[in-house]
């Protein structure tokens, strides 16, 4: 069984068991898990469901390895460059993401 989640403007497929790194959202230093209420598709074989827009009355829950500042994390810096040739112009700038990491714990339809 697996299920496809949204959170924060992105999509994940998730199962039950997996570590998945979600972006960073507002969440309390002293929880240990979330849970994910926008549910687009839940996939069991024949007994697939398919959200309009989301499945009605399922949940995704994940927890913390400990707590969530403990889970959060970045990703190694990224680099980029405008470059305007002839105008004797350039910009460097860099780029870090805010990640979560949490392990599936439950699917629920």
Same mark, same amino acid.
């Given at each position: 069984?697996?299920?496809?989640?949204?959170? *924060?403007?992105?999509?994940?497929?998730?199962?039950? *068991? $997996?570590?998945? $790194?979600?972006?960073?959202?507002?969440?309390?230093?002293?929880? =240990? *898990?979330?849970?994910?209420?926008?549910?687009?598709?839940?996939?069991?074989?024949?007994?697939?469901?398919?959200?309009?827009?989301?499945?009605? *009355?399922?949940?995704? =829950?994940?927890?913390?390895?400990?707590?969530?500042?403990?889970?959060?994390?970045?990703?190694?810096?990224?680099y980029g460059m405008?470059?305007?040739?002839?105008?004797?112009?350039?910009?460097?700038?860099?780029?870090?993401?805010?990640?979560?990491?949490?392990?599936? $714990?439950?699917?629920?339809?």
């Amino acid at each position: 069984m697996f299920a496809v989640i949204e959170q *924060g403007g992105r999509q994940y497929k998730v199962a039950q *068991g $997996d570590v998945v $790194d979600i972006e960073l959202t507002n969440v309390a230093d002293d929880a =240990t *898990g979330m849970e994910f209420d926008k549910v687009l598709f839940i996939g069991n074989g024949a007994e697939s469901k398919i959200g309009a827009p989301y499945v009605a *009355g399922a949940k995704v =829950t994940g927890k913390f390895a400990t707590t969530a500042a403990a889970a959060k994390f970045k990703t190694p810096k990224i680099y980029g460059m405008y470059y305007r040739p002839n105008k004797n112009s350039k910009r460097k700038y860099g780029h870090r993401q805010n990640l979560i990491r949490l392990t599936i $714990d439950s699917i629920q339809s």
